[in-house]
């Protein structure tokens, strides 16, 4: 079973850009998280969905913003890049979304340049 | 983002060794709580779960224990090999929804 999946591995944008990173959830999963690592910090949360609609987000700006598809698998939009907003991606599936625990795939790299 | 800039706390333990890893969660409402382990470049891994209606739980060489009047995790690993080294993370669920909220991790260097 294929665990969940995310592109690209590795993104290299300049400031003010625009970065769109995807996931695919475990299947049979429905709900997908978003996670924010900066080097050397902890996961700060960035946006859960569920069912196709957004179910919460974390403390960040408007410019992070997402999407869930009909098959369950999401996009992360940020907008008017910035240097601080280099850092590791990761996306997460359960398969309710009480109580169950997060599956994680490797993440996206992204760098602002 | 909420991120403060913290020096993540090491530990480095003996291979062979125990090794104990705690974590001091922030909501005495949370209920649920997972203990994962990162490798470098990859997501994180589940290692063990408990709920707040145990205080342990055992796994293959891993222990979870749960003080909630203190609200401390810890974990245990028992006689520690290199392939252990790793960061770990305790997450907390509130209630509120699956919603998880991650500690600053603790980095494992384990000494051959």
């Known amino acids: 079973e294929a665990g969940v999946t995310q592109s690209p591995t590795h993104l290299i944008k300049t400031r003010g850009q625009q970065a769109t990173l995807r996931c695919s959830p475990i299947s049979g999963h429905t709900s997908v998280y978003w996670y924010q690592q900066a080097l050397g910090l902890g996961l700060q949360f960035l946006l859960w969905y569920d069912e196709g609609e957004e179910r919460n987000r974390g403390n960040f700006p408007p410019r992070f913003s997402g999407r869930q598809f009909p098959n369950y698998s999401s996009e992360l939009n940020v907008n008017a890049l910035e240097l601080e907003d280099s850092a590791l991606y990761l996306c997460?599936?359960?398969?309710?979304?009480?109580?169950?625990?997060?599956?994680f795939g490797s993440g996206t790299q992204l760098s602002v340049l | 983002g909420e991120s403060v800039g913290l020096h993540l706390p090491t530990l480095s333990v003996q291979e062979g060794d125990n090794s104990i890893i705690n974590c001091a969660y922030s909501?005495?409402?949370?209920?649920?709580f997972i203990w994962y382990k990162q490798e470098s470049g990859k997501g994180p891994q589940f290692i063990i779960d408990?709920?707040?209606?145990?205080d342990k739980r055992q796994g293959q060489r891993v222990t979870v224990l749960l003080n909630k009047t203190v609200k401390h995790l810890s974990l245990q690993i028992a006689a520690t090999q290199p392939g252990d080294s790793a960061v770990y993370f305790c997450?907390?669920?509130?209630?509120?929804?699956?919603?998880?909220?991650f500690g600053t991790g603790t980095s494992l260097t384990v000494i051959p």
């Open positions: 408990i709920r707040s209606n145990m």
């Open positions: 909501n005495s409402a949370s209920d649920y």
């Open positions: 997460a599936s359960t398969a309710g979304w009480r109580d169950e625990k997060l599956f």
């Open positions: 997450a907390e669920n509130w209630s509120t929804g699956n919603q998880f909220y």
